[in-house]
């Protein structure tokens, strides 16, 4: 075949650029995520009680996940992109790590020095990090599946942006299942599962996202 | 005193202006900012496929098709040749990892500058054919594509004389565009 005639092949009725592609793959998928990463808690390890939510603790959690899957969101679209700008998002991931840190230290040190250990362990923190990583495996799917079908030309950083993704959702839903106070614990234990989801959705970006 | 604007300013002047006209719609101006994107993406390619020219132009209407698939992800901030030689390159790499890596190893020999390069008389062609690829799709994908691409009907005329709604016919379109971006791809 003629290139020319594949230009005109391409040109004929194209009508504009689809706009918002970044968002319109995305959002549905993260939509699921979070969906099946809440089930999925709720089922396997049942809803914290309700006394909980009137502390911050739950609040915390929902803060911290929801802002780095916004924040992984962003990074993740942009890796979409044939030439990535990931300035802005990346600045916005770092943000959110260092309030969550910054609060988690703050916590730490008004905390008798006796108890600071128990603060950071909690008595889940063997189990949370998995937990995490476990309930993002759903969001896994589907953010690969959604940056697939755009262009990304860095395939390892995309596939850890949509990781960090899927365990900032996966974190999200285990907020839910989850009735640890402290949020040191929070800042070490859900972070490492996510960052977990993050390492998974690198070594699977160059094999999962060829397109 | 005044600064020299050189050709290649010049050209990418030009498939600016013809590519933001493109995106919001204009289809001749898409037309033209395809051909010259295809030129400039001939020459990229040539001087690092010197021990494929065989397929050359294949991979040249590779990434134009994903070009054209990928153009919602054109972001404006970003000169349109450097986002259409970042898809080429990835293409490359692609074409590459499929042949096991080997010619990856390659240094081009004589690394030419582009302009040096012989220039090809004939119309560039690659070895696959439209009409070929178009038969392996579904039966709804090739009959979308045959009333908007190949008749030039409107999406609206074509709705009009089919009784399909415009949305489906738009997605048959994109769908089979990209199922035969795939074919030219696994046949590559």
């Known amino acids: 075949m003629k290139t020319n005639e594949l230009i005109d092949f391409l040109a004929t009725g194209a009508g504009p650029a689809p706009r918002w592609v970044e968002a319109r793959r995305l959002l549905p998928m993260m939509a699921l995520g979070v969906v099946a990463s809440a089930a999925g808690a709720l089922a396997i390890f049942g809803p ?3 006394e909980i939510f009137a502390t911050p603790a739950p609040w915390i959690k929902f803060a911290y996940a929801g802002g780095l899957a916004a924040a992984a969101a962003w990074l993740a679209a942009r890796l979409g992109r044939p030439v990535p700008r990931t300035r802005a998002p990346l600045r916005a991931l770092l943000l959110v790590l260092m309030a969550m840190g910054l609060l988690a230290l703050g916590a730490l040190l008004v905390t008798p020095a006796g108890e600071r250990p128990a603060f950071v ?3 889940s923190w063997s189990r949370c990090p998995v937990n995490v990583l476990a309930l993002s495996l759903p969001a896994l799917a589907g953010a690969l599946w959604a940056l697939r079908g755009l262009a990304p030309t860095r395939p390892r950083a995309a596939g850890l942006a949509a990781g960090l993704l899927a365990g900032a959702l996966g974190a999200l839903g285990y907020s839910l299942a989850c009735t640890e106070l402290s949020p040191a614990f929070v800042a070490v234990w859900y972070s490492l ?4 989801a993050g390492i998974l959705g690198a070594a699977l970006g160059p094999w999962a996202l060829r397109w | 005193m005044t600064t020299q604007r050189s050709p290649m300013d010049d050209f990418e002047a030009k498939l ?8 919001a719609g204009d289809e001749a101006a898409y037309r033209e900012a395809l051909s010259c994107l295809a030129e400039r993406l001939r020459s990229f390619l040539r001087r690092r496929m010197q021990s494929l020219p065989d397929e050359l132009e294949d991979l040249v209407q590779e990434t134009l098709l994903a070009i054209h698939l990928q153009r919602g992800t054109y972001d404006p901030t970003v000169p349109v040749s450097r986002w259409a030689l970042a898809i080429a390159r990835y293409k490359l790499i692609d074409l590459w990892r499929r042949r096991g890596r080997r010619e990856a190893l390659h240094e081009p020999f004589d690394d030419l500058a582009e302009r040096d390069q012989p220039a090809v008389r004939e119309e560039p062609m690659a070895q696959r054919d439209l009409t070929t690829l178009l038969a392996e799709l579904p039966k709804a994908q090739q009959h979308a594509i045959a ?20 949305s489906a016919l738009k997605v ?5 565009i990209k199922r035969l971006a795939e074919l030219v791809r696994r046949t590559g």
């Open chain 1, 193 to 196: 599962g996510i960052a977990l």
């Open chain 2, 172 to 176: 048959q379109v994109h769908r089979g």
């Open chain 1, 121 to 123: 362990l909690g008595h």
């Open chain 2, 16 to 23: 600016q202006s013809l590519w933001g006209r493109a995106q």
């Open chain 2, 147 to 166: 009333l908007i691409k190949l008749e030039g009907l409107s999406i609206a005329e074509a709705s009009q004389r089919t009784g399909i709604s415009a």
């Open chain 1, 48 to 50: 914290i009680p309700a």
